[in-house]
């Protein structure tokens, strides 16, 4: 059967559609996550610490479901690149999942009782929820500019030779590094949209500005790894965009310096990295200026930013083998069937549009800032 869009061109618009996916998981779920890495931090109070719960606390169910929704796509779209990687990170995975278990659990336990220190207990339970999750993605998107020490056989069997301790080298603990400033970055940007004003704000700001120079200099540090550091992949065979999935059709070897190749290949991707520093630079300013709209703007526009330069740069890989090149996973190898891609997209135009309306329409109910002065009116409050 003839389809109206072409399997090389299917493919091209699921790797766009995951790296969107992966950005609305950074920009609404990122935020729940950098403030709960905070929350210990910038509430020195039970009231404090309340406030800063609820300026989350309406959403950050909903904001998971992006994270839900970029697994399964790339369950559907990419059953390469998820049966290595799942596997593969297998006790990664399960580190954030417990973490992310461990958040919803100190939700809705943390008021079940008056005692400070039973409190004081799942508020510490929230920062890992946030903070753990928050490194180990940042590791993980390190690994995969490193390339993952895996390879395929003949019949297309993945066999993982990593383990957990390997994944933590000096650059990934950088790209983790980077991804928890990022995330607290814009977490304290979004107290500055929710939260009342008073010290919690103030010290939010201290803690945001903190972290937004640091993101600066790890994003500058992890260029200068990828510029000059021994890491890189390059297609050297003919490509067929349009070919049966198959990772070991392409001739793949390791190259030094090769994740820049993109940007003199096609100068309009530096747009990416630009907005990556520019963001980081606007969401600073937002929090000297006491502007939230700016803070937020920027915020986001970093963290857009940095997730679309890891992108743009490997293209068009998606998961590398540092052990066996020839293995490597990209966009034109490793996908579901050219029927398969259609279906799933036109589903995807269906019900997307359907997520965000509901998404847009929550956020514009629930619109306002946290006080401390509805802790005590508001019984639905954490």
Not at 20 to 35: E, K, N, P, Q, S
Not at 67 to 86: E, K, N, Q
Not at 247 to 262: F, H, I, K, Q, S
Not at 308 to 326: D, E, K, Y
């Amino acid at each position: 059967m003839e389809l109206p869009i072409d399997f090389a061109t299917l493919r091209l618009i699921w790797w766009g559609l995951l790296g969107v996916l992966l950005i609305a998981f950074a920009l609404t779920d990122g935020f729940d996550l950098g403030v709960g890495a905070l929350l210990p931090f910038v509430a020195k109070t039970d009231e404090e610490r309340r406030m800063v719960i609820n300026t989350v606390g309406a959403t950050w169910e909903g904001n998971q479901v992006w994270f839900i929704l970029g697994g399964g796509a790339i369950f559907a779209a990419w059953p390469f690149v998820y049966a290595v990687s799942f596997s593969g990170f297998y006790l990664a995975m399960f580190l954030v999942l417990s973490a992310l278990i461990l958040r919803p659990v100190s939700f809705k336990y943390r008021s079940k009782r008056a005692s400070k220190t039973w409190r004081t207990i799942w508020d510490w339970g929230l920062f890992v929820g946030g903070f753990v999750p928050s490194l180990v993605f940042g590791v993980a998107v390190g690994n995969v500019l490193l390339g993952a020490p895996f390879h395929l056989d003949a019949d297309l069997r993945s066999f993982y030779d990593g383990n957990l301790l390997g994944l933590f080298t000096p650059f990934s603990l950088i790209a983790g590094l980077l991804s928890v400033c990022m995330l607290v970055l814009h977490g304290a940007a979004w107290l500055s949209v929710k939260a009342e004003q008073g010290p919690v704000l103030e010290r939010a700001r201290l803690y945001g500005t903190i972290a937004g120079v640091l993101a600066l200099v790890l994003f500058a540090v992890g260029g200068l790894f990828i510029a000059f550091g021994d890491m890189g992949f390059r297609v050297t065979g003919a490509l067929d965009p349009n070919g049966f999935s198959n990772p070991l059709r392409t001739t793949v070897e390791a190259a030094p310096g090769a994740w820049l190749d993109n940007y003199s290949r096609y100068p309009w991707m530096i747009i990416a990295p630009v907005l990556g520093f520019v963001g980081a630079l606007a969401g600073l300013a937002g929090m000297w200026r006491r502007s939230a709209p700016l803070a937020f703007g920027g915020s986001s526009a970093s963290a857009v930013g940095i997730i679309s330069t890891v992108g743009l740069s490997m293209f068009p890989f998606i998961l590398p083998s540092s052990i066996n090149p020839q293995s490597s996973l990209t966009v034109w190898n490793a996908s579901s069937s050219h029927l398969t891609l259609f279906i799933m997209l036109i589903c995807t135009l269906i019900f997307l549009p359907i997520v965000l309306a509901y998404t847009a329409w929550v956020y514009k109910v629930l619109w306002g800032r946290s006080s401390t002065s509805a802790l005590k009116t508001n019984p639905d409050l954490y």
